[in-house]
C-alpha cells in the first residue's frame, strides 16, 4: 500500500515538533544533575529559572515576525532555517564550558523554536485534506509529547554515567544532532498549495495539490477561496513591508466582528499556560523532590511516570481528534484540570499541616498510600489532565 505524500510529508515536518519536547523534556533534570553544578557551580533558583527561560523569550520575540517570513519565504524553508538554528544552540550548550555560554546557546534555541514551532502546524494543515485534518494537525503535538517522553527518559539514562559531564551533554548533542538532521526535510517536502496560489504559481499548486493526495472538488474549492481571500503579493514588496503587514493583520484579528473570537482564544491559551503545566514539566524532578520523593526515585518518577501519563493523553487525543471535536476535548481537559490542581493543592496542604495523615486507595483495600504518594500521583493526573486539553 503506498503512503499519500501528505502523510509522509506531515509526519517528517511534524518530527521538527520533536526537538522542541525533547528539550522541554530534558532541560529539568539537566539542571538538577549534579555533574551539571559541578560544571558551572551552585546557581541561585533566580538563576535557574532564567537558565529554563531564556529558550522561551526569543521563541515568542520571534514567533511575531515567523507569520510575514513565511508569507514571504515559505513555511517549508522557515521550519528549516528554524531547525538547523536550534540544533546548533544545542550544540553551543552541549560544549559550553561557562555558564553563559550555555545560556547564550538557549537564547539561540528559542530563536530557532520561534521560527519553526508554529510554522509546523500550519504547513501539516495546509497539505492535509479535510477528511484527515483534524489528526494531522494533532500529530505535531504527539510528536512534541514523545519528544518529552524521549527527553526525560534519555536523563535518566544518562545519569547512571557517573559524575562525568557526559551526563548531561549527551542529551543537549543528541539534540543538536536531530536538529541538523531534521533539516533535511526541505528536500523531500513540497510548499503548501497555498503558499504557493499567494505567489501567483497556481499550475503548480494544482501540481502540489494532486501529488498531495487532494482530491479535485477540494483543489477546486481552494483556488476560488484563494482568488477571493490571499489575492496575489507582489513582487516589489519589501521584507519591512511583508513584516509591517503582518502587524497590521494583528490589528484586524482584534477588531469587530474578530475580537470575541481572538479575545476568547487568547484567554483559553493564556488560562492553559496559568494552569502551571509549563512548570511541573520544566521542574519535574524538584517538584517531585518536594513531593517527598528523593535521589533516583524521584528522577525515575518525573521522567518515567509523568512522561507516560502526558503520552497516554495525548493518544486518544490525537486519534479521535476529528470525532470528538476540539469542544468536546478542551471541556474534558478543563474539569480534569481544575478538579486536580484542587486535589494536588490540598495534598501538598495536608501534607505540610498532617505529616502522618493518610488516605487508603479508591475502593478499599488494605494498602494505604503515603502523603507523597498521593501528591506524586496528582502531579501525574494533573498532567494527564492538562495534556487532553491542549492536545486540541
Known amino acids: ?17 520533536f526537538l522542541f519536547g525533547m528539550d522541554t523534556g530534558s532541560i529539568g533534570p539537566i539542571t ?7 560544571t558551572f557551580g551552585d546557581f541561585s533558583a533566580t538563576i535557574h529559572g532564567v537558565i529554563v527561560s531564556t529558550i522561551l523569550i526569543p521563541g515568542a520575540l520571534t514567533a511575531l515576525i515567523a507569520g510575514a517570513l513565511a ?71 504527539f510528536l512534541i509529547v514523545s519528544g518529552i517522553v524521549t527527553g526525560f527518559f534519555t536523563c535518566y539514562g544518562t545519569s547512571r554515567l557517573g559524575n562525568s559531564s557526559l551526563t548531561w551533554r549527551l542529551p543537549l548533542a543528541i539534540v543538536a544532532f536531530l536538529g541538523l538532521l531534521l533539516s533535511m526535510i526541505y528536500f ?5 498549495p497555498r503558499w504557493l496560489l499567494s505567489k501567483g504559481r497556481v499550475e503548480e499548486a494544482q501540481a502540489v495539490s494532486r501529488r498531495l493526495g487532494l482530491d479535485e472538488v477540494e483543489i477546486k474549492q481552494l483556488m476560488t477561496q484563494a482568488s477571493q481571500s490571499l489575492g496575489d503579493v507582489e513582487a516589489s514588496e519589501t521584507l519591512w513591508e511583508s513584516i509591517s503587514n503582518n502587524f497590521r493583520e494583528f490589528r484586524v484579528a482584534f477588531s469587530a466582528p474578530f475580537r470575541g473570537r481572538t479575545a476568547f482564544a487568547c484567554f483559553i491559551m493564556g488560562l492553559q499556560q496559568f494552569s502551571g503545566i509549563d512548570g511541573v514539566l520544566y521542574y519535574a524532578p ?12 524521584a528522577s525515575f518518577l518525573a521522567s518515567g511516570v509523568s512522561a507516560i501519563v502526558i503520552l497516554v493523553a495525548t493518544i486518544p487525543a490525537t486519534i479521535f481528534a476529528d470525532r470528538w471535536g ?41 494498602h494505604a498510600e503515603t502523603n507523597e504518594e498521593q501528591r506524586v500521583k496528582s502531579c501525574a493526573e494533573f498532567q494527564l489532565g492538562t495534556y487532553i486539553k491542549i492536545t486540541e
Not at 500500500?1 to 515538533?17: E, F, H, N, R
Not at 524538584?286 to 526515585?297: N, R
Not at 471541556?331 to 490540598?346: D, R, Y
Open 1 to 17: 500500500m503506498k503512503i499519500p505524500l501528505y502523510a509522509s510529508a506531515g509526519v517528517a515536518t511534524s518530527c521538527v515538533a
Open 32 to 38: 538538577t544533575m549534579a555533574s551539571f553544578k559541578d
Open 71 to 141: 508569507n514571504r519565504f515559505g513555511h517549508v524553508k522557515l521550519i528549516t532555517i528554524g531547525s538547523i538554528i536550534f540544533g546548533i544552540g544545542a550544540a553551543i550548550e552541549c560544549g559550553a564550558p561557562q555558564l553563559g555560554v550555555f545560556i547564550f546557546g538557549r537564547l539561540l534555541k528559542g530563536v530557532g523554536e520561534g521560527l519553526f514551532l508554529s510554522n509546523i502546524y500550519v504547513q501539516v494543515s495546509e497539505m492535509s485534506p479535510s477528511r484527515v485534518r483534524g489528526i494531522m494537525t494533532a500529530l505535531p503535538q
Open 188 to 192: 523531500i517536502v513540497p510548499p503548501s
Open 286 to 297: 524538584i517538584l517531585f523532590t518536594q513531593a517527598g520523593l528523593s535521589g533516583e526515585k
Open 326 to 366: 476540539r469542544r468536546t476535548s478542551s471541556i474534558i481537559g478543563g474539569v480534569l484540570i481544575t478538579s486536580l490542581m484542587l486535589v494536588m493543592g490540598s495534598l501538598y496542604a495536608a501534607g505540610e499541616l498532617y505529616l502522618g495523615y493518610q488516605l487508603p486507595y479508591l475502593g478499599g483495600g488494605e
